[in-house]
């Protein structure tokens, strides 16, 4: 009943009943495929709404309505560029993991710790350009020198996967030998710039030939002095630059200055005393090894020569210089802290002085310090020399990724890369272009005596590539304390430096 009235349904024929049948059957899928769609296209919609402006979920977005049924959530998408949507979704977890590529190194803190930092992550930058279908990451250890050697001979003997690593030129035979390093000569060859070297540091990184280490920056020795201390003592600073000027320069200065407490100059009593006597052995025309035939195992190896003439008259001018009054002095702190101190007046230490002044201009500094490209000579007739160090990338054998470690150290040496980076902390360029070019006139204006620094690089020599060398240098270092603690003649020089070659000659298989 309703307002009364009774209402009347009319009962419907079979053939309506077969009809009705039909037509419901045929709505319900097309229903259901609706929803469906409207479902994926709103849960598709959503999570590419979810990406921020660096391809990358925004925190909040990362839970999704209960409601959407085919909704995905990804834990990850760092390092992500367009190609990784493929029709509204993401790659899967699983697959950015395999295309995710850490390279390891181990590095020296190069006395500085974090100062590979903005190279590194320049030439990273590069290389992912260079590989857009990888996400590349780095990860490396900063140690002290001696630090880091150490350090790398253990990992090896683990057998660890080191991609990148920062050799000492005076390592690399060593290593080489023991079969811890890559041949690089094939990728070298291919990349065609060795002749954008300067040939000592092009030498520098092979061993028997072959290329192992690329050297990336060097730095240079010579003679820093304090202007007014020289003025002080009435010295002319060119009565530095021979043997004899340098030592009577030497005793007026210490007689001036060691009453104040301080010292015209010094010998350097330190683990490193040989590096700034080698300079002498070469200006006189001696090497510290050559290749001898005869050897007993090898036929043509290398052999001892720096007990020749030239060696002994190297060394005997350390003997005249303790003589008059010159002392060893063991340099607690550093060459650069006790000549910064102006506790020494003179010192022969390397293009590295400069950076302990670093709160000076560089027309303070050339006021108040002067600096001569050379080390003394025996007379003005001779060409001075000097002594080159500084540092090679090199691959380990137990990387596992050599074809990017080659194109990350090629785009560490990128000019456009590492000349800003060497130029911002005083080294010296291994590569002409950067000695001569756009770098030079930069630096030049900025870092003090960087032009004259730079002279030295074409008549500075480099310590021998030979796994024997580390041990032959300790040798000849036992030689000179020697020297420093003894009163004898230029013939008992000539005996110590005999009895030093003989052990360097065992050393060396003869």
Not at 142 to 164: C, G
Not at 415 to 443: A, D, F, H, V
Request: proline share 5%; net charge negative; with cysteine.
């Amino acid at each position: 009943m309703l307002s009364g009235k009774e209402l009347h349904f009319k009962i419907p024929s079979s053939q309506q009943l077969i009809g009705c049948t039909i037509f419901s059957v045929l709505l319900v899928p097309l229903v259901i495929f609706i929803n469906l769609q409207i479902g994926y296209h709103f849960s598709s919609s959503y999570q590419l709404s979810s990406l921020n402006n660096e391809g990358s979920f925004d925190a909040q977005s990362n839970s999704f309505p209960e409601a959407i049924p085919h909704s995905v959530a990804f834990a990850s998408t760092d390092g992500m560029n367009s190609s990784d949507l493929s029709n509204g979704s993401l790659q899967s977890e699983d697959k950015n993991k395999e295309t995710t590529i850490t390279l390891k190194g181990l590095l020296t803190d190069l006395g500085d710790k974090g100062r590979w930092e903005s190279l590194l992550d320049k030439g990273l930058e590069k290389l992912q350009q260079q590989n857009p279908d990888k996400n590349l990451r780095l990860e490396y250890q900063e140690l002290p020198t001696n630090d880091t050697r150490e350090e790398f001979l253990q990992l090896m003997s683990n057998k660890s996967a080191i991609d990148f690593l920062s050799v000492d030129q005076i390592w690399l035979g060593e290593f080489a030998s023991k079969g811890l390093l890559s041949n690089l000569t094939a990728y070298a060859d291919a990349w065609g710039r060795a002749p954008n070297w300067y040939q000592q540091h092009w030498d520098g990184g092979t061993f028997n030939g072959t290329v192992y280490g690329i050297w990336a920056w060097t730095d240079v020795r010579g003679l820093w002095y304090w202007k007014d201390l020289l003025r002080q003592a009435q010295i002319n600073a060119d009565d530095l630059k021979t043997w004899k000027g340098y030592i009577e320069s030497a005793q007026k200065l210490n007689q001036e200055l060691r009453p104040e407490g301080m010292n015209g100059t010094v010998l350097f009593d330190t683990y490193y005393s040989q590096d700034l006597w080698f300079p002498y052995l070469w200006m006189l025309g001696g090497d510290l090894v050559q290749l001898r035939d005869g050897h007993p195992t090898k036929g043509r190896y290398w052999f001892p020569t720096y007990n020749s003439t030239e060696g002994i008259q190297a060394l005997s001018f350390i003997k005249d210089q303790i003589d008059a009054g010159v002392k060893p002095d063991s340099l607690p702190a550093s060459d650069r802290l006790e000549f910064a101190q102006k506790k020494i007046a003179i010192i022969l230490g390397g293009s590295w002085i400069p950076g302990f002044f670093a709160n000076q201009t560089k027309a303070d500094f050339e006021n108040m310090i002067g600096f001569i490209p050379l080390f003394p000579v025996p007379s003005l007739d001779y060409q001075t020399s000097t002594l080159m160090g500084g540092w090679e990338l090199a691959i380990p054998t137990t990387s596992d990724h050599k074809a990017l470690a080659w194109e990350l150290i090629e785009a560490i040496l990128d000019p456009e890369i590492l000349g800003p980076w060497i130029q911002e902390y005083g080294y010296l360029p291994t590569q002409i272009p950067l000695g001569q070019g756009l770098i030079l006139n930069q630096s030049t204006s900025q870092l003090p005596y960087y032009d004259t620094l730079i002279s030295m690089i074409p008549f500075g020599n480099i310590r021998p590539s030979i796994p024997e060398y580390p041990v032959i240098a300790e040798h000849i270092h036992e030689a000179i304390d020697q020297v420093y603690s003894s009163n004898g003649t230029n013939s008992s020089i000539s005996t110590i430096l005999n009895e030093a070659a003989l052990k360097s000659a065992h050393t060396l298989g003869w």
